[in-house]
Structure formats: C-alpha cells, structure tokens
C-alpha cells in the first residue's frame, strides 16, 4: 500500500504567499474596476540590465549553432561564473571557484541544504522568519509536532523582538544547524558585524553550523555591515553561505543563484563541500547556459552601474515608505540596508486584520507579520520592488486612511 510523507499534513494548506494570493484574487474578482497595489511578494520590477540581456542573447545565437551548442550545463556551474563570482564577490575571503554552486534560486538551496544533515539535528531559527526554513524542516520530520502559541516542538526558536532591535540572543538549547538572514526578511534590519562575529564564535565554540541566508547583501548601505558571513574570522569552518541574482539583479523571472560551501568545512571528518557537490549532481542538471552568460555579465563595469541603478531605484521606494507611514503615525523598522520595511499593526488589531484593511479600504497589498512566526504577530511588511509611482499611490492612500 502507497503510504505519502505524512510530514506534510503537518503543514497548512497553502504557501503563505498562496494564501494572500487568493485572498487578492478574491479581492479582484468582486471589485474588477479597483485597482490593486502590491508592496507583499518581494517581486521585482525593474527590466534586466542591458549587458545582462545582451549577454543572454549572444548566449541563446551560440546555441543555434552547432560549433557553439551546449548541453547540460556542469552541475556546480560554469566555471566562467564561478570564477566571478569568486573573484567579484569573495575577494580576499578565502572563498574559491570550487567553493561555489551555482543553482536556479537562493529558495531551492536553502531548502534542500537540510538533505546533507541528519533528521536529528537540532534546527535554530529566527522568529519571524522567511518561511521556508521552518517548512522545509517540517516537510523532512525534523520539526516535530505544531504546538498552537508555540510552534514547532522540535525547532529552536530565537525571538527578534522589537526591544532587541530584532536581532537574534543565543538561545538556551544549543542548535547543530542555525539559519540567519540578514539583512533580514521579514523584519528589513542588517546585523553588524561585531555581533555576526559572535555568532560564527558561538558556531566554531559549539560545533554548530551557520546556514547564512545574504540574498539582500546588494542592499547594504550602512558601514559596518558584513556583505558576507565569510569577512568574519573562522566562517569558513562553521558557515555555509547562500546568495541570489534575483535580488541583486533583477532575476526573479530567469532564475540563477548560488551557495558557497568551503573545502575546510567539515562534520565528523566528512567534506559538506563534497556531499553538497554529489547532492547537486544527483538532483539538477546545472543551470542553462544562456542564464548563466547573463549572470557573468551582471560583473562586467557596465553591469555592476547599471544594478546599483536599480537598487538606488528600490532604496528610494524604500525611502517613500518609511516617511509616509510615520507621516501616517506608524511604527517602523528596516528599509535602509534591506527592500523590505517592517510596521507596528494599529493597536487592535491582528496582522491578518491589518491585511484586510489594508486590501479592502486601500486596494494595497503586504504581508502579514504572523506568516513569518509567532513573533510576527503585530506587525506587517511592506516591500519597495514595484515602481515608484505605485510605491507613491499605495503609501498616500494608507496616509490618508490612518493619519
């Protein structure tokens, strides 16, 4: 008799972003003259960057050809891309080419990488946090039972609270795996580095690993703060380190990432590197060709110009958000070093509450802080990838429903 994962009824029965996706839609469907503002997925919006483009075109000619035709694609990446990103990203920190793997998104990495570790490991995250790294635990029976105010059993869970400037303490149980993203998502605040050297310290003391989430480092604007996990003493013994084009680059709908995983670091005498080297070739056959001509190009000087663009473009957004919403008497945090700006719901009110005010009264789309943990209860967030125009709109009508 088939038996299926049972680990997966554990879970609700949609994708967060699903949900709000429905709710949208249902939204739309009775009021098809509204138009509707989304500042909730973290979706670009700005076009690809002409050498990315270019880049990707002469990519797609070479393989009309036969003399220029590609097949699969090596499962780690080419080495054109890995080396530049090593060269690019990774200079003077110890990371190389063989280090890097490229993929098709900084989610399927940070999803899969617990395949390499134990079902007894004992998982650390944020709360709030990025939703999938507690669902994909869950998925693999490495979470235990859901326990209502409470969470997972099995998970650690370490409070970002707003009188820690959301920042995580170490926690009382000592985790073997420990997820941190920053700048974050959901909350939008980056971690200095004094404190992220902490962490990798807390890891080598504790023979913990550091799964580092860096998909917003393009953001950082703030001196002090680490780009990569990687500038802090001893990383490369304790760290493994993912990052994404998507972001950085406006590939969300072409899809390339990558995820650095040092030759030093080891469990039990056993490469993560090399394990990680023979998860990757047994499930992906490598990413295209023509993507990953597009991703070089994001290196070139003309590339590099023309991203900052983009991500000054995305800061501004940012920028409107935060002063119009305290204009507004809002609450807010983030939106400096990250796309994404963390609010204060009205008192009163649950974040669900806020996001059906929100979509029904104001025809404006975020996300609710309690899909990203318990500790997201209150809060909401907002993000600054559509246009500016729509930035604008959607922020003068939660002025004008709230002040």
């Not at 554990?10 to 509707?36: C, G, M, T, W």
């Not at 959901?186 to 310290?201: E, I």
């Not at 084009?245 to 490469?271: D, E, I």
Request: net charge negative; charged share 20%; glycine share 8%.
């Amino acid at each position: 008799m088939v038996k299926v994962n049972e680990n997966f009824a554990k879970l609700p029965a949609s994708y967060l972003f699903v949900e709000i996706d429905n709710r949208v839609k249902a939204f739309q469907k009775a009021h098809p003259e509204q138009e509707v503002l989304r500042l909730g997925i973290g979706d670009v919006t700005r076009p690809l960057v002409k050498p990315v483009v270019d880049a990707m075109k002469k990519a797609a000619d070479e393989m009309g050809h036969a003399e220029t035709f590609r097949g699969y694609a090596p499962e780690n990446g080419y080495a054109f891309l890995r080396e530049a990103i090593a060269a690019h990203d990774y200079k003077g920190l110890g990371i190389d080419a063989d280090d890097i793997f490229v993929s098709d998104g900084a989610k399927s990495d940070t999803a899969s990488i617990g395949d390499i570790f134990g079902l007894d490991n004992a998982v650390a995250v944020c709360d709030p946090v990025y939703p999938v790294y507690v669902d994909t635990n869950v998925m693999a029976g490495r979470a235990g039972d859901f326990v209502e105010g409470k969470g997972w059993s099995k998970i650690v869970y370490m409070p970002c609270l707003e009188e820690n400037c959301f920042l995580p303490s170490f926690p009382e149980q000592v985790p073997d795996l420990i997820y941190l993203c920053f700048p974050n998502n959901p909350s939008g605040v980056s971690m200095p580095k004094t404190q992220l050297q902490a962490w990798v310290d807390y890891a080598n003391k504790n023979g913990s690993i550091i799964l580092y989430d860096a998909a917003y480092e393009s953001f950082i604007v703030t001196p002090g703060v680490p780009h990569s996990i990687f500038e802090c003493e001893g990383a490369e013994n304790c760290a493994i380190e993912f990052r994404s084009f998507s972001k950085t680059a406006g590939f969300t709908g072409v899809r390339c990432a990558f995820t650095a995983v040092p030759k030093k670091l080891q469990v039990g005498g056993v490469s993560l590197n090399q394990m990680w080297a023979r998860h990757q070739s047994t499930k992906m056959n490598g990413v295209s060709y023509p993507v990953q001509r597009a991703a070089e190009a994001v290196y070139s000087d003309e590339g590099q110009k023309l991203i900052r663009e983009n991500i000054d473009y995305y800061h501004n957004n940012a920028r409107i958000i935060l002063e119009g919403l305290k204009q507004a008497g809002f609450t807010v945090y983030g939106g400096v070093d990250s796309p994404y700006v963390w609010m204060k719901v009205p008192a009163g009110m649950t974040s669900w509450q806020f996001f059906d005010e929100l979509l029904t009264k104001c025809a404006v789309v975020g996300t609710p802080g309690s899909g990203f943990g318990i500790h997201g209860e209150g809060y909401f967030r907002l993000t600054s990838f559509n246009t500016t125009e729509n930035t604008t709109k959607a922020v003068q009508r939660i002025i004008e429903r709230f002040q």
